[in-house]
T-cell receptor, first 112, second 112 residues
């Protein structure tokens, strides 16, 4: 089945440093979604990317979809302690909405 | 709660016992999903239902059962046949029209 590889698995940064997580697929994706899960919490939807080369921003978060639609990245500028959590990418299977393949996630720790 | 209520939040059971996790939604959504999360892993799809009295297996349905007798309810039973039942179980509904998911707060099951 379709899989997405997400790297790195862990990232520790000092507050104010930037952070990037990457999601890669061997096949062309129809779209990609990003979720954030706070420690002890549940995943929360952040954004969906659909178009080749698409770039979307949410405050300090920048999401990008590759030109070939096989990879995506989430970049956080000047991290804050509130950014702590695990960030997941997820791709759908094309046939039925909500049936997602999730990456393993990148666990972000931010030191004050 | 975004219209999705899961209970109980924490559950402990002895090995060999069946356990039923509750998922209720009050927003009249058709589609509902159950995902499983293990530490350091992404989410994996157990079962999903797109309409009352119908449900489909996901990637890891073995050892689980569901029912969808009412639109608002989609309970998951973890049977004694599930070899590694200890996990975080998340129920979800679609958030928008593109398959993005809204998750409940989850149920943490520990089998002793």
């Amino acid at each position: 089945g379709q899989q997405v590889m997400q790297i790195p698995q862990y990232q520790h940064v000092q507050e104010g440093e930037d952070f990037t997580t990457y999601c890669n697929s061997s096949t062309t994706l129809s779209n990609i979604q990003w979720y954030k899960q706070r420690p002890g919490g549940h995943p929360v939807f952040l954004i969906q990317l659909v178009k080749s080369g698409e770039v979307k921003k949410q405050k300090r978060l920048t999401f990008q979809f590759g030109e070939a639609k096989k990879n995506s990245s989430l970049h956080i500028t000047a991290t804050q302690t509130t950014d702590v959590g695990t960030y997941f990418c997820a791709v759908d299977r094309g046939s039925t909405l909500g049936r997602l393949y999730f990456g393993r996630g990148t666990q972000l720790t931010v030191w004050p | 709660d975004g219209g999705i209520t899961q209970s109980p939040k924490y559950l402990f059971r002895k090995e060999g016992q069946n356990v039923t996790l509750s998922c209720e939604q009050n927003l009249n959504h058709d589609a509902m999903y159950w995902y499983r999360q293990d530490p350091g892993q992404g989410l994996r799809l157990i079962y999903y239902s797109q309409i009352v009295n119908d449900f489909q297996k996901g990637d890891i349905a073995e050892g689980y059962s569901v029912s969808r007798e009412k639109k608002e309810s989609f309970p998951l039973t973890v049977t004694s046949a599930q070899k590694n039942p200890t996990a975080f179980y998340l129920c979800a509904r679609t958030l928008g029209g593109a398959g993005e998911l809204f998750f409940g707060e989850g149920s943490r099951l520990t089998v002793l």
